[in-house]
């Protein structure tokens, strides 16, 4: 995020687009809620489906899965035409604006119509509203990104914040909902393929000569495969033939899971770190048990680039070892000596690696201090509700990390598979607030399966009654890729045509049916578009859920 949770409701309106926020971000879903319901702020929900926070919003676009950039092409178009542009910010702060309105003032409402679905005056009202606000913010997550253009829908949002200066104060920017409690924290610290810590590019000489000279030995100055490349250059004559899985379950959560199952057997030599034996462990040649978040030290990095700590309240079961143990153990074994007397001597390390960790210390997170990165200062503030701060909560306040903010615009692309006659619905994934991915962990929960026991299929009540489906019915749905059992569950939460599946259940996991096309760029799989047909298969009504699956 470019902004913190500190400064949240300064903003006039938020502009949510892509997240199911009050399922899948709670905390921040409950904020927004908060300063819509009690403050006065206005909200935009985009979104092909009604999600809770939809009715609080003063409008919801429901636009067609997968038509977003056209959507946020058509927006700017509005803000452009209407007077709304903040042209002080673009002179100053930006470059690139001419040749992006080329591309922007192609999208007329008109247009936007035809291929979203949102009716044109809808689209008008939202640009204006979002123009005129004094300061505004966006907050985005999968529902945008998941996408072969994926890429493209974060430019478009970028410029529409740019558009309208809506960038750099407290209350506005570009907020990305980071999803796994450390993913932001894994991405700091070059759990990518082509970074090292601190997002430097592997490719840099000056790059390479500083960590070489902090770890004392050669680093690879190319960029590896992403996780999407990897399984696909499994089982392929010159592909990967031995892996190391630490704490992600792709048998379900890849896309196609038919084809990552093929990728996963033909390796020569599997390796599985969970800490439980997941549906991929069981395909491991060897699996090493280790511990959960409650069992050790160390810390987490939050979306909004918050640094905290986390503290060991249990002991571990059986032979469970935390993960840098059980690194520290291979290294050593691999003639490579690691040893770290504690989690905060990991931290002295990682801040001279990181430039964007600088000053990070465990003398200050033990203290309770919000350390937001980028930290170069040790100098500690306190907010207005006493919180003690050090680093940067908002980012990009005087200049962006490149100096100008480009703007880039993009044609809209339609997605790789669209309905036809054979498989006419579109099917988007996602998530509900009672389960985590796959399951592996929140289905070993009683009162997590009292509430949401099995899988179920989100469809909209017209397209029910063209196909004759009653509520709770059994249903088969079937994509090119192949096909699941489960349970229609009948609302006028999906938009005509789309049905929705969480994709949690492995006796029904979604992932059969989704498809391995990936966005070119950053190789995110298209999990929010495909094309699906729906049949009963004559197995009755079932019990319907006692708890909805829609809180509030
Ligand atoms: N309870 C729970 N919370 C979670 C997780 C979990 O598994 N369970 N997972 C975590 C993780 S890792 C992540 S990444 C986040 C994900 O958080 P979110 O992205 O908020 O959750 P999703 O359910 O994947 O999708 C969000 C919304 O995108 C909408 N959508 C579908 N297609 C489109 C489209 O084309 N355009 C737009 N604008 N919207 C579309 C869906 O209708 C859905 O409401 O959640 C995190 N939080
Ligand atoms: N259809 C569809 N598929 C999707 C998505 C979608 O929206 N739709 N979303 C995608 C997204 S955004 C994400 S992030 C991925 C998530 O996909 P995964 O990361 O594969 O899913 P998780 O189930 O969170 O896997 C994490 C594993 O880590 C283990 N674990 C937990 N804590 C620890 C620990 O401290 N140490 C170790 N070693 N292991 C631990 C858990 O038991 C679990 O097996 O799925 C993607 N797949
Ligand atoms: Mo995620």
Redesign the pocket.
């Known amino acids: 995020m470019s902004n913190s949770l500190h400064d949240l409701d300064e903003a006039d309106l938020f502009l949510v687009t892509g997240s199911n926020t009050t399922e899948a971000h709670p905390i921040i879903g409950m904020q927004i809620w908060q300063a819509v319901r009690h403050k006065n702020k206005k909200l935009i929900v985009i979104d092909p489906r009604k999600i809770e926070l939809t009715k609080y919003a003063a409008m919801h676009l429901r636009q067609r899965p997968g038509t977003d950039v056209a959507v946020y092409n058509g927006l700017a178009r509005i803000i452009i035409e209407e007077g709304l542009a903040d042209l002080d910010f673009i002179r100053d702060r930006t470059d690139g604006f001419e040749e992006a309105k080329e591309v922007i003032m192609k999208y007329t409402p008109e247009v936007v119509e035809k291929i979203s679905g949102i009716p044109k005056e809808q689209l008008i009202e939202a640009a204006r509203m979002y123009g005129k606000a004094e300061r505004a913010s966006i907050y985005w997550a999968?529902g945008s990104t998941?996408h072969i253009n994926g890429v493209h829908g974060v430019h478009s949002i970028v410029n529409l914040a740019m558009l309208t200066g809506n960038i750099g104060k407290p209350g506005t920017g570009v907020n990305p909902l980071r999803?796994?409690n450390n993913?932001q924290g894994a991405c700091d610290m070059g759990c990518l393929p082509n970074q090292f810590p601190g997002y430097k590019p592997v490719n840099v000489p000056e790059n390479v000569e500083r960590v070489e000279k902090v770890w004392g030995v050669k680093v690879p100055a190319k960029p590896g495969l992403t996780l999407t490349d990897m399984v696909n250059s499994m089982g392929t004559e010159r592909g990967i033939k031995g892996l190391y899985i630490?704490?992600?379950?792709?048998m379900?959560?890849?896309?196609d899971l038919n084809h990552a199952k093929e990728a996963f057997e033909s390796l020569e030599f599997l390796v599985v770190?969970?800490?439980?034996l997941?549906e991929?462990?069981e395909l491991a040649h060897v699996v090493?048990p280790?511990?959960?978040?409650a069992e050790?030290e160390g810390t987490f990095t939050n979306t909004e680039r918050r640094i905290q700590r986390v503290r060991k309240a249990v002991k571990p079961p059986g032979d469970a070892w935390e993960?840098t143990k059980?690194i520290c153990s291979l290294s050593k074994e691999m003639g490579y000596p690691m040893e770290y007397p504690s989690a905060s001597k990991v931290m002295d390390e990682l801040a001279s690696v990181t430039p964007i960790y600088e000053c990070v210390s465990y003398e200050y997170l033990d203290k309770g201090v919000a350390v937001h990165w980028p930290c170069n200062s040790c100098s500690i503030d306190r907010t207005s509700c006493g919180t003690l701060i050090m680093g940067t909560p908002v980012l990009h306040e005087e200049k962006f990390t490149r100096g100008a903010g480009k703007f880039l615009a993009f044609e809209f692309q339609p997605p790789t598979e669209w309905p036809d006659d054979e498989y006419p619905l579109i099917l988007t994934?996602?998530?509900n607030l009672w389960h985590?991915?796959?399951?592996?962990?929140t289905r070993k929960v009683s009162s997590l399966n009292e509430r949401s026991p099995e899988p179920y299929m989100e469809l909209n009540a017209a397209d029910a009654k063209k196909m004759g489906i009653k509520n709770s019915e059994e249903v088969e749905v079937t994509s090119k890729r192949g096909g699941i059992t489960l349970k229609a569950v009948i609302s006028d939460r999906p938009t005509p045509g789309v049905v929705f599946?969480p994709?949690h259940y492995k006796e029904a996991a979604?992932?059969i049916l989704?498809i391995n096309a990936l966005d070119p760029q950053a190789k995110i799989?298209e999990?929010?578009v495909c094309a699906v047909r729906v049949e009963k298969t004559g197995g009755g009504q079932k019990e319907p859920n006692r708890y909805s699956h829609y809180p509030g």
């Not at 630490?246 to 792709?250: A, F, L, R, S, V």
């Not at 379900?252 to 896309?255: E, L, Q, R, V």
């Not at 770190?273 to 439980?276: N, S």
């Not at 280790?290 to 978040?293: I, L, P, R, V, Y």
């Open positions: 999968m998941q999803g796994q993913v630490m704490g992600e379950n792709p379900m959560s890849d896309p770190q969970d800490i439980f997941t991929t462990a090493f280790a511990t959960s978040f050790k993960d059980i994934t996602g998530r985590w991915h796959g399951g592996s962990q599946i994709w979604a992932n989704t799989p999990y929010k």
